[in-house]
């Protein structure tokens, strides 16, 4: 339940959004009257910083271009106890934004999704529809169960998930970063349906659907690599012992039947196929115990933060 010394902020990440940064602002100020609103700029060519200063936000910026670097600083900058996290472009629905910090409070949840549900025709692009779904079925393959709309840009989390969360990614990857994060340790996080709808007039999206597509991809083959080093490295390590074998038997048969090896560059590339196998196998050994490490790190500043809905401890 919200209290009324609970601190809620709103992040509103913003990249000309003139004709939509208004709108968000005063949605989210009527559906939690309690919370601060914070707009972060990120360089903006038009007028999105006055127009969310005449609104009543609380406006910063960052330089660094790109989604991650924004919410990075926003991560950093704003003491809370609940975050809201939406895009500024005004298709997300703010009233859900009271039922999502709920759920997070009654359930003692880290993040609570909105899964979009598009009222509009216009809202979700068939690309973006088809582009959410490839990648949010390749890291169920790869790291289990996950959300329904794994890059929904609508989010609440708790302060100890937002303090202790070690993000690297510097553009729309944040999204896919976040929910890895939550999967690989195991935290507690839950998905609600939420309207969405077509931006206003004058906004425009800023996704690319190939480019930033592919770096998603990207960012999920490399969080898979240092996560699951093992199990990644391991598909080399089979794949380089299959082809040795499979050279080194033809030429295993010639000496056992004349004494000789007549092919003696395919014997040499056999056994470096078979050495470069083991060697694979040993460098995702060593990262697996590295990673287990760095895991329980991630875990120990995770527990060092309050849950949500506990009370802040007195000095």
Not at 41 to 61: K, L, M, Q, Y
């Amino acid at each position: 339940m919200i209290t009324p010394t609970m601190r809620i902020a709103v992040l509103v990440p913003c990249f000309n959004e003139e004709a939509a940064v208004a709108t968000v602002i005063a949605d989210f100020r009527k559906a939690l009257p309690s919370a601060q609103i914070f707009v972060y700029d990120n360089n903006s060519s038009d007028r999105t910083i006055a127009v969310a200063r005449a609104a009543g936000a609380e406006v910063r910026s960052e330089r660094r271009q790109g989604k991650g670097h924004v919410v990075r600083r926003m991560f950093a900058d704003v003491d809370a106890d609940i975050y809201v996290l939406v895009d500024g472009d005004a298709t997300y629905d703010a009233p859900s934004a009271q039922r999502m910090v709920e759920r997070l409070l009654t359930d003692r949840l880290d993040m609570v999704v909105g899964n979009r549900v598009d009222q509009e025709v216009a809202a979700y692009r068939a690309g973006h529809r088809a582009g959410n779904w490839l990648l949010t079925t390749s890291v169920a393959s790869m790291f289990g169960p996950t959300f329904s709309d794994m890059l929904s840009g609508y989010r609440v989390f708790s302060r100890r998930f937002v303090k202790s969360f070690p993000m690297l990614s510097g553009g729309f990857e944040i999204e896919t970063e976040l929910v890895i994060h939550a999967l690989e340790l195991g935290l507690p996080v839950a998905e609600i349906d939420t309207p969405y709808f077509a931006r206003p007039e004058g906004s425009t999206s800023k996704l690319n659907t190939w480019g930033d597509g592919f770096r998603i991809l990207l960012m999920i083959l490399q969080l898979y690599r240092s996560e699951r080093p093992l199990i990644f490295f391991s598909v080399f390590g089979y794949t380089l012992a299959i082809a040795g074998v499979v050279l080194a038997f033809p030429v295993v048969v010639t000496f056992w039947e004349t004494g000789l090896v007549p092919r003696l560059p395919t014997a040499v590339l056999s056994m470096g196929l078979i050495l470069m196998a083991f060697l694979s196998f040993s460098v995702g050994l060593v990262l697996d115990t590295v990673t287990r490490g760095r895991r329980e790190m991630k875990l120990l500043a995770y527990l060092s933060h309050r849950a949500p809905g506990e009370e802040r401890r007195k000095p």
